[in-house]
């Protein structure tokens, strides 16, 4: 069964950086995407970001180029680092995980494992 558990996320003013984590426990497979999902209150879930076990990568347009997406196989965690932060960038952020196909996806709906999420709050 796997397990995902974030760490990170927290209060920033815009321009400013922070880097969520996610410990991904029980992945046995090489067949996988991980990834971050947010929610903005009143806003339906994004896919922000992605990466399957051949390392191919998946960004939002609203973020390419601000975060990236990096999975440290050593430690089983998923990182995600955000640079030059914006208000819109504030919301719920999870990691989720899809062992069925091995590609990363635009949209959510391929995911199956889910953390319970970390806060990310940016103020202008």
Do not use: H
Request: with cysteine.
């Amino acid at each position: 069964q796997l397990q995902l558990a974030e760490s990170g996320g927290g209060s920033v003013q815009a321009g400013g950086s922070l880097t969520l984590s996610c410990r991904v426990s029980g992945l046995s497979y090489w067949t996988y995407c991980l990834g971050w999902v947010r929610q903005a209150p009143g806003k339906e879930r994004e896919g922000v970001a992605g990466i399957n076990g051949q390392g191919g990568l998946l960004y939002a347009d609203s973020v390419r180029d601000r975060f990236t997406v990096s999975f440290d196989n050593n430690k089983k965690t998923l990182y995600l680092q955000m640079n030059n932060l914006k208000p819109e960038d504030t919301g719920m952020y999870s990691c989720a995980a899809d062992l069925s196909s091995g590609y990363c996806y635009e949209g959510v709906d391929a995911y199956y494992y889910w953390g319970q999420g970390t806060q990310v709050t940016v103020s202008s």
